[in-house]
């Protein structure tokens, strides 16, 4: 089971860090990805990053957006500076073994204006 932090409400220009745990035998060895979906809008990628710690974000996030992982802690981090009231969304960690596909609970974040 994967386990987000809870859901936050911050200022725009506000950052926040978002954390997704999940059990050592589904997270070992894969990638982890961050999904958002705002209402009335298609889940849209905000950022993944390999076992190994290569990662990869959408064009329109990476100067704002970054993503880490404690392999030790079997966690993962999305950290989001700047936000946007564009950026509020449910956000949702994801873990793709082929087969079978594991998702966190979902985390909404809201930004105020």
């Known amino acids: 089971q994967m386990v987000e932090s809870g859901d936050a409400l911050v200022q725009a220009g506000g950052s926040l860090r978002l954390s997704c745990a999940a059990p050592?035998?589904?997270?070992?060895?894969?990638?982890m990805s961050w999904y958002r979906q705002a209402p009335g809008k298609v889940r849209e990628l905000v950022a993944e990053?390999?076992?190994?710690?290569?990662?990869n974000i959408p064009d329109s996030m990476k100067d704002r957006f970054t993503i880490s992982r404690n392999n030790t802690k079997n966690t993962v981090y999305l950290q989001m500076n700047g936000l946007k009231p564009e950026d509020t969304a449910t956000y949702y960690c994801?873990?793709?073994?082929?087969?079978?596909?594991?998702w966190g609970q979902g985390t909404l974040v809201t930004v105020s204006s």
């Open positions: 990053i390999t076992y190994a710690g290569a990662t």
């Open positions: 994801e873990i793709n073994q082929g087969p079978r596909v594991y």
């Open positions: 050592a035998n589904i997270l070992s060895g894969h990638t």
